[in-house]
């Protein structure tokens, strides 16, 4: 099941990605990766499945060092529209998102973002290689994203 989790991150379609990912929860109920895959997949394509939220912030609960689960509770309150939980999240777990997954870097920029700190969202987006994200996520942070032939 992590294999088949970690595999379908690659494919560009989330919404495939996340029909996979249920398929394997009938078979690996309560399987951790996979519980934070549906939850992730969920809540980047805005599917308003409360599920995502509940099980993004029982990760969280349950190992709340994790960065990628901390990221995963800042999306599901970013997507609950809480932007100031979302960076108060983002923010209790330290400064090394520049360094993190560019999931993390995705939802970091677009939280800092959503609280009016353009400047810093552009900053985090412009580190990020914007064609390798999927297309949701670059539609989170394309207001920060620089314009093609941009030098800021």
């Known amino acids: 099941a992590r294999e088949i989790s970690r595999i379908s991150r690659n494919l560009d379609d989330l919404q495939s990605s ?3 990912v249920k398929r ?4 690996q109920p309560g399987e951790p990766s996979l519980e934070f895959e549906f939850a992730y997949l969920s809540l980047m394509l805005d599917t308003r499945e409360p599920k995502a939220a509940e099980l993004a912030e029982r990760l969280f609960s349950e190992d709340s060092k994790n960065p990628e689960r901390r990221m995963l509770a800042a999306l599901a309150q970013h997507r609950q ?3 100031s939980a979302a960076l108060e999240l983002m923010e209790s777990g330290g400064s090394g998102w520049t ?3 560019p999931r993390c870097q995705v939802v970091y920029a677009s ?6 700190q353009r400047a ?6 412009r580190r990020l290689a914007a064609a ?13 994203l620089p314009e093609p032939g941009d030098s800021r």
């Open 111 to 116: 939280v800092l973002g959503a609280n009016n």
């Open 81 to 83: 529209r809480n932007f």
């Open 132 to 144: 390798k994200l999927k297309p949701q996520e670059r539609e989170l942070i394309r207001p920060w």
């Open 99 to 101: 360094n993190a997954s």
């Open 18 to 20: 996340l029909s996979a």
């Open 120 to 125: 810093a969202a552009r900053e985090a987006a």
């Open 24 to 27: 394997l929860m009938e078979f």
